[in-house]
């Protein structure tokens, strides 16, 4: 397994969490790390992302400023720490892996473009 996503769960309004991504080191190497997240009937929509060969990132508008991306080379990890959740952040969150061009400083590829997926982790922010 080459990208494993965890840490999601059940969380109060206002709330905090912190999502980790398990990369393999091979994966980990030369590449954007991408976080998304899902909605039943929804298009897969970005969150955030970083270039691990730069140390760029980049965060979607709408997240900004409640969610920040870092890693940890030692444990092979990314995280998307999320705090001030609110109901509309309720989502399967998913990270990816792709080349180091699909994320420079303020943008980031479409979820398409990235070609290594990891299983979801389930997200629900209550009211």
């Known amino acids: 397994v080459q990208l494993q996503a965890s840490g999601g769960g059940l969380v109060q309004s206002g709330g905090s969490l912190r999502l980790s991504c398990a990369v393999s080191?091979?994966?980990?190497?030369?590449?954007?790390i991408g976080w998304f997240r899902q909605v039943p009937g929804k298009e897969r929509e970005k969150v955030s992302c970083?270039?691990?060969?730069?140390?760029?990132?980049s965060i979607e508008d709408s997240v900004k400023g409640r969610l920040f991306i870092s890693r940890d080379n030692a444990k092979n990890t990314v995280y998307l720490q999320m705090n001030s959740l609110k109901p509309e952040d309720t989502a399967v969150y998913y990270c990816?892996?792709?080349?180091?061009?699909?994320?420079?400083?303020?943008?980031?590829?479409?979820?398409?473009?990235?070609?290594?997926w990891g299983q979801g982790t389930q997200v629900t922010v209550s009211s």
């Open positions: 990816a892996a792709g080349g180091v061009s699909l994320c420079v400083d303020q943008a980031m590829g479409v979820p398409y473009t990235f070609d290594l």
């Open positions: 080191r091979a994966t980990l190497d030369l590449t954007a």
């Open positions: 970083i270039n691990t060969y730069e140390g760029t990132t």
